[in-house]
């Protein structure tokens, strides 16, 4: 949303109208004429960049896989599925910190890619062990009768003995991946279709989203869903044909993946938030009503987002479930996209890099609390166990950082940095106190 337009004169020509106050060359460009890249332009973007780079380095050179031995493992696993729930942190703040779309569903996308990767995971390794328990009958095992063995071992434990037909790409790792990119961003396309062009906006469309995962979630708790039921798929760290590499070195497989995987996907976040259509999407968060009145397509904003961002979760959730092992309903369940939307608000709402703070530091604390090495605090009358006040402890700390520091801890970098907000000029753009003004629109 700039104040700079495209006026008509006498003649027919059009010509650009330079906002009163600006002298220079436009915003981005060089003094050459040529424009400045996206990182000199964006400095906190190859500030991030950097900072992941030495901390992937840091932890490799300390893992038991290629390094010291001083990080174990489990830990270097820890940290694997912390960058996946960063990314996806990542993701919710693009459509709820700068789109204004509080979605709580954007769990339910990145377990539907996690199960997606799991499918062939489980298949694929299934397929090995019946294979080479059948290599020892006196006559080869036809295909089908390996079908049909897999299918049992797979579907056994619900009761079933056939693949159901949302198997049937499971034996193609090629199609699992696409499916892990495309069944998020196809659900999340027709689900944000349908709302959007409803115009359903602010609590009501967060209860739909909500809707939308409790339903999923149901269905998966079901044994005729096809996924197992409330059993899930297990075994996801056993990579095929992968028997006679470490763990120790799978694992670092993955940290790499994910730390990989966050870098692109905030880049490519920052690379959206800027420019003009960054300014669209903060005009649509602050006063959807007057963008819309200007000529913008707000619902084809907002689908894009919300399909774009619903991808990224996939992806993450396709990393982070081999690393965790297992994957059942329940972490599709619609307490999960509200934790989501607490790590956002932790980190601070609207700073990509408060995203990423806020679910490493949550992620890290939580490990920590219920994985039973913070003390427990006996009282005399009352034994305080970390295990189960955990989530109480973060639920007040939600409250707390909402009432007190809405900036969350994303925030104090602005403090050290001594960052002010711009200053502010003109009138508001929107009624709510706090909208884009003129001079944070040319900005």
Same mark, same amino acid.
């Given at each position: 949303?700039?104040?700079?337009?495209?006026? &008509?004169?006498?003649?027919?020509?059009?010509?650009?109208?330079?906002? =009163?106050?600006?002298?220079?060359?436009?915003?981005?460009?060089?003094?050459?004429?040529?424009?400045?890249?996206?990182?000199?332009?964006?400095?906190? *973007?190859?500030?991030?960049?950097?900072?992941?780079?030495?901390?992937?380095?840091?932890?490799?050179? +300390?893992?038991?896989?290629?390094? !010291?031995? %001083?990080?174990?493992?489990?830990?270097?696993?820890? $940290?694997?599925?912390? /960058?996946?729930?960063?990314?996806? =942190?990542?993701?919710?703040?693009?459509?709820?910190?700068?789109?204004? %779309? +509080?979605?709580?569903?954007?769990?339910?996308?990145?377990?539907?890619?996690?199960?997606?990767?799991?499918?062939? /995971?489980?298949?694929?390794?299934?397929?090995?062990?019946?294979?080479?328990?059948?290599?020892?009958?006196?006559? #080869?095992?036809? &295909?089908?009768?390996?079908?049909? =063995?897999?299918?049992?071992?797979?579907?056994?434990?619900?009761?079933?003995?056939?693949?159901?037909?949302?198997?049937?790409?499971?034996?193609?790792?090629?199609?699992?991946?696409?499916? @892990?990119?495309?069944?998020?961003?196809?659900?999340?396309?027709?689900?944000?279709?349908?709302?959007?062009?409803?115009?359903?906006?602010?609590?009501?469309?967060?209860?739909?989203?909500?809707?939308?995962?409790?339903?999923?979630?149901?269905?998966?708790?079901?044994?005729?869903?096809?996924?197992?039921?409330?059993?899930?798929?297990?075994?996801?760290?056993?990579?095929?044909?992968?028997?006679?590499?470490?763990?120790?070195?799978?694992?670092?497989?993955?940290?790499?993946?994910?730390?990989? @995987?966050?870098?692109?996907?905030?880049?490519?976040?920052?690379?959206?938030?800027?420019?003009?259509?960054?300014?669209?999407?903060?005009? %649509?968060?602050?006063?959807?009503?007057?963008?819309?009145? $200007?000529?913008?397509?707000?619902?084809?904003?907002?689908?894009?987002?919300?399909?774009?961002?619903?991808?990224?979760?996939?992806?993450?959730?396709?990393?982070?479930?081999?690393?965790?092992?297992?994957?059942?309903?329940?972490?599709?369940?619609?307490?999960?996209?509200?934790? !989501?939307?607490?790590?956002?608000?932790?980190?601070?709402?609207?700073?990509?890099?408060?995203?990423?703070?806020?679910?490493?530091?949550?992620? !890290?604390?939580?490990?920590?609390?219920?994985?039973?090495?913070?003390?427990?605090?006996? !009282?005399?009358?009352?034994?305080?166990?970390?295990?189960?006040?955990?989530?109480?402890?973060?639920?007040?700390?939600?409250? *707390? *950082?909402? +009432?007190?520091?809405?900036?969350?801890?994303?925030?104090?970098?602005?403090? %050290?940095?001594?960052?002010?907000?711009?200053?502010?000029?003109?009138?508001?753009?929107?009624?709510? #106190?706090?909208?884009?003004?003129?001079?944070?629109?040319?900005?």
């Amino acid at each position: 949303m700039s104040t700079d337009a495209t006026l &008509p004169s006498s003649s027919g020509r059009k010509y650009s109208r330079v906002p =009163a106050g600006r002298t220079g060359p436009p915003t981005g460009a060089m003094p050459g004429g040529g424009a400045k890249p996206f990182i000199i332009r964006h400095p906190s *973007v190859l500030i991030f960049l950097a900072c992941l780079a030495i901390f992937t380095l840091c932890v490799t050179l +300390l893992s038991e896989a290629f390094g !010291l031995g %001083i990080v174990s493992t489990s830990f270097v696993k820890t $940290l694997g599925k912390t /960058l996946c729930l960063c990314l996806v =942190a990542v993701a919710m703040d693009l459509v709820w910190g700068y789109c204004g %779309i +509080l979605s709580l569903g954007h769990m339910a996308f990145f377990g539907l890619g996690g199960y997606a990767i799991g499918m062939w /995971l489980m298949y694929a390794r299934t397929e090995l062990i019946v294979a080479q328990s059948l290599s020892a009958a006196k006559l #080869p095992p036809t &295909p089908t009768e390996i079908s049909d =063995a897999i299918a049992i071992q797979i579907f056994g434990v619900v009761g079933g003995s056939e693949f159901p037909a949302l198997w049937a790409l499971a034996h193609s790792l090629p199609l699992q991946l696409a499916a @892990a990119v495309l069944v998020p961003g196809l659900l999340a396309l027709v689900f944000g279709w349908l709302a959007f062009r409803s115009r359903v906006t602010g609590v009501y469309l967060s209860i739909l989203t909500q809707a939308m995962t409790l339903a999923l979630s149901l269905h998966l708790f079901q044994n005729d869903s096809g996924l197992r039921g409330n059993n899930g798929l297990s075994g996801l760290q056993n990579l095929p044909g992968l028997d006679g590499v470490p763990q120790a070195t799978v694992s670092m497989w993955f940290f790499w993946g994910s730390a990989l @995987a966050l870098a692109a996907g905030y880049l490519l976040c920052a690379w959206v938030v800027s420019g003009k259509f960054g300014s669209v999407i903060r005009g %649509i968060r602050d006063d959807e009503t007057r963008v819309r009145f $200007l000529g913008y397509s707000v619902e084809g904003f907002k689908l894009f987002i919300f399909t774009l961002t619903a991808v990224i979760a996939g992806i993450a959730g396709a990393l982070y479930y081999p690393q965790a092992g297992i994957i059942n309903p329940a972490e599709i369940a619609p307490i999960a996209s509200i934790y !989501l939307a607490v790590w956002v608000a932790i980190g601070g709402r609207g700073r990509l890099y408060g995203a990423v703070i806020g679910a490493a530091f949550v992620s !890290l604390v939580s490990t920590w609390f219920t994985g039973g090495q913070a003390p427990d605090i006996d !009282l005399g009358f009352y034994t305080v166990h970390w295990v189960d006040w955990w989530t109480v402890l973060l639920g007040l700390s939600f409250v *707390v *950082v909402t +009432l007190f520091f809405p900036s969350g801890i994303g925030g104090l970098f602005d403090l %050290i940095a001594k960052r002010r907000s711009p200053e502010r000029h003109g009138a508001d753009l929107g009624p709510e #106190p706090g909208a884009l003004r003129e001079r944070e629109a040319e900005e």
